[in-house]
Every structure is written in C-alpha cells, then in structure tokens.
C-alpha cells in the first residue's frame, strides 16, 4: 500500500545534539511537507518542499533544517538550536504544489531528556 | 489565505447527527473547502472536499451555501470511534502557487455513550 512512512514513532533528544526524523514516500508525490504540532494545538508549518533540492521556510523554521535529495525523503533535522523540541512532528505530501488532500504520516514523538 | 473559524470542541452521544460549522469570510474564488480528522497521536486524514452546495461520500456531508462564507460537516449517527478533532481548512486548488494551508486548533469531538 502506498503511504508515508515516519520514523521512529518516538525520539527523545539529549540538551544540545541534533536529532534528524525520517520521512518517506511511496506515493510518487512532488509536494512534502513538516508540520508541528503542541498538544490541544493546530498544526505549524515548518518547512516544505516543491521539488527535488529545493525547499522554502514555513512559519516557524528556527532551530529545524531540511534536504530533499531523493523525490521520496524529506528528512527533518531538529538542531541544537531549538530550544523548546518537544512536540509532535508530522509529515505530509501532495501530488502538487498544495493540492489536496495532504497525505500524513503517522507523526514522531519527540522528547528532551 | 482565508482564515476559517470554527467551535473548540462539541460533545455528542452515540447515534446522533453531528454538525460541525466552520466560518471563512474571506474565502477566495479558487478556494475549497476541505475537513480532516486526526485521532490522537495520529497525523490528520482527508475527510471530504467541496467547492459549492452539498458534497456526501460514506463518511460524510458538506453544505456550503451559496455566499461560501461557511460551511458544516454533518456526520450521521456517530459512534465512539468519531471522537476526534476536526479541522476545516480553505486553499485554493494548486494553480495560484500561493500556498498555504492552514490547520487552525479544530474541533475537538467528544462522542459519550
């Protein structure tokens, strides 16, 4: 079955050290997307990407950054630099450029030891 | 980008018709109007999409009146397993290239027994 994949479920990350969440897609999309999400809150953009090798900054890119080297991946690397990571990271793809309906991952948990 | 407005949360019993209405004022000639559902440590999952008047499929309805300033989810007879958050989100369809889409807080959904 085609689907995103996120990986691992849950993370948890050490003061100071980058931590990278994986995505990937069988679902020959153009479109990826990284959301956060705070509990009882909505979803923010992070980061999102058109095509291969290339990628744009969401409303909340501080602290995170993103490659898109393969059609299918588009990994998230939360930095050092993010001094409040705890959340709920989901992933998304469309077809096109915003076109609906975005498809989801499953989401990765992660924590600050 | 069109802004939606909807209730933070809704209660219900097993069997009923829910309605859940979501206000867009400022929606756009391009835009749709699309719902998603998200069950805890879930990404969100497409719903139903509409442009004008009445859309169904087996999950759902959506009325969209003729002004398009809001629209309702109707979900028949709902069970335990409809408690969720609902997000209703207006975007146009890919061609103005200008992004984005907004997951706002949702309501969240209660179903009691």
């Known amino acids: 079955d085609g689907g995103i994949t996120q990986s691992p479920k849950y993370l948890f990350r050490k003061e100071g050290q980058n931590v990278t969440l994986s995505c990937e897609q069988n679902?020959?999309?153009?479109?990826m997307y990284w959301y956060r999400q705070d509990p009882g809150q909505g979803l923010r953009l992070i980061y999102y990407?058109?095509?291969?090798?290339?990628?744009q900054k969401g409303d909340i890119a501080e602290g995170y950054s993103v490659s898109r080297e393969k059609k299918e991946s588009f990994p998230l690397t939360v930095t050092s630099a993010q001094k409040n990571p705890t959340a709920f990271y989901l992933c998304?793809?469309?077809?096109?450029?915003?076109?609906?309906?975005?498809?989801f991952g499953d989401g990765t948990r992660l924590s600050i030891l | 980008l069109a802004k939606t407005t909807q209730p933070i949360s809704m209660d219900s019993y097993e069997g009923q018709e829910v309605n859940i209405t979501c206000s867009h004022n400022n929606i756009a000639t391009n835009d749709y109007i699309t719902w998603y559902q998200q069950f805890p440590s879930q990404g969100p999952r497409f719903i139903i999409q509409?442009?004008?008047t009445k859309v169904t499929n087996e999950v759902a309805s959506l009325f969209i009146p003729a002004d398009r300033k809001s629209s309702t989810l109707s979900l028949p007879r709902v069970s335990l397993s409809d408690t969720a958050v609902y997000y209703c989100?207006?975007?146009?369809?890919?061609?103005?290239?200008?992004?984005?889409?907004?997951f706002g807080q949702g309501t969240t959904l209660q179903v009691k027994p």
């Open positions: 990407s058109q095509i291969v090798n290339d990628f």
């Open positions: 509409g442009y004008k």
């Open positions: 998304a793809s469309t077809p096109g450029y915003w076109t609906q309906p975005q498809h």
């Open positions: 989100l207006v975007g146009d369809d890919g061609s103005s290239n200008t992004g984005k889409l907004i």
């Open positions: 679902l020959n999309h153009d479109a």
